[in-house]
């Protein structure tokens, strides 16, 4: 079986680097791509080049303790948030915790019908 190189990621595109380890204080840092693969996608950032999986987004090593986003992921993950901080402002009762995940869709929709009802 063959696997094609997803066009998720394309040769100097800009993508944003999330470290877990520093998720909470620190910001993501910009890298670029520099080599897209069958499995994998190479970036380099201030300090050197990295290696993540496609499929995840996850840093190829033995940790995973870190992350690419590109931009698009980045302006849905903003939507996201933007619209969770919504819903529990509203204190609707919706569970939005790790085992209640809703699809980005939605949730703008519910808050939508929150906005129109408003």
Do not use: C
């Not at 520093?22 to 996608?41: F, I």
């Not at 380099?44 to 080049?49: D, M, N, Q, S, T």
């Amino acid at each position: 079986m063959t696997t094609t190189p997803s066009p998720k990621y394309t040769l100097e595109q800009r993508v944003w680097v999330y470290d877990i380890n520093r998720r909470r204080s620190a910001e993501p840092e910009e890298a670029t791509v520099v080599k897209v693969g069958r499995k994998l996608v190479t970036v380099k950032r201030i300090y050197g080049e990295e290696t993540f999986r496609i499929v995840d987004g996850v840093r190829n090593d033995a940790y995973g303790h870190a992350l690419i986003r590109t931009d698009e992921d980045r302006d849905a993950e903003d939507r996201r948030s933007a619209a969770v901080k919504r819903l529990k402002a509203a204190h609707l009762g919706i569970a939005l915790g790790y085992e209640q995940s809703f699809p980005l869709e939605t949730l703008e929709s519910i808050v939508a019908v929150l906005e129109a009802q408003s």
